[in-house]
Each structure stands twice: as C-alpha cells, then as structure tokens.
C-alpha cells in the first residue's frame, strides 16, 4: 500500500469512527458536525461559516439545521440581508453539553497522549497537505 492510499485509508476509517460516535450519541453525522462547531467555536455561526469548516453541502446542511431547529436545538436570528445565525436555545445548550463535550474530551485525550513534538509535526504536516492540495484543486479548475 502506497502513502496515498494509507492515507486514505486512515482518512475514512477516522471518518468511520467518527460516524459511529455520532450514531452513539443519536445523531446524523451532518447534525453532529452542527452541534460541535458550535460546542467548540463557543458563539453562533452562520450555515456559510459550517460548510466552509466542515464541507457539507448547503443541502445536506440546511437540512440538519432544519431538524435540530425542529427539535428546538437551535435557532436562526437574522444576522444580515443574506444569512442568519445558528443559535443554541437553553436545550441545545444542555443537549450539546452532554452529547459534544464526551466526544471533545476523547479527541483532547488522544491528543494529550502525544508528546509536543508529534502534536507540532501532525499539524505542520496536514496543513502543507491541505495548503499544496488547494493549490492542485485550483489549478485543475483552470484548466476545465
């Protein structure tokens, strides 16, 4: 096996576990990654600043945001003339709380397993990853 495909691998198994955490917990992995943008960003986003973090489509998103909005999770208020901002009402504060901050507590252990130096070198080398990667996707669009 490759790097690349290593790589890839680790990549979709992480997503996996990820999946199956957010099953566990009851929810969507699109409803999870709502929820722990705004446990871990700590103020209301818009659905514009969760797909760019995250990578969900607007569909898929808005979707999600319709269901916790249903359940009384969050809220949107008006921010400007073409967005709004997701808000956590006093349930969703107590629901992210108890569903978000297990699953930040396990990402926080495993970090705190590796020393400085791995911790500095994983993300010195997923960022060039991420930076050289954009740099391709973006030279593939100007050639189409």
Do not use: C
Not at 60 to 65: K, V
């Amino acid at each position: 096996m490759n790097i690349r495909q290593r790589l890839n691998k680790n990549y979709n198994e992480l997503n996996g576990l990820y999946h199956d955490i957010s099953m566990k917990l009851g929810l969507s992995d699109s409803e999870s990654m709502v929820m722990y943008m705004l446990y871990d960003i700590q103020e209301p986003l818009t659905q514009s600043d969760i797909v760019k973090a995250t990578g969900l489509s607007k569909q898929t998103l808005n979707s999600a945001i319709r269901k916790l909005e249903k359940e009384g999770i969050i809220i949107l208020e008006k921010f400007n003339e073409k967005s709004k901002k997701i808000v956590m009402t006093d349930k969703g504060q107590v629901l992210i709380e108890q569903k978000m901050k297990p699953l930040v507590d396990m990402e926080d252990r495993v970090l705190a397993s590796w020393t400085e130096e791995d911790r500095r070198k994983y993300l010195e080398l997923i960022e060039k990853f991420k930076v050289q990667f954009e740099k391709e996707v973006k030279a593939y669009d100007k050639r189409k």
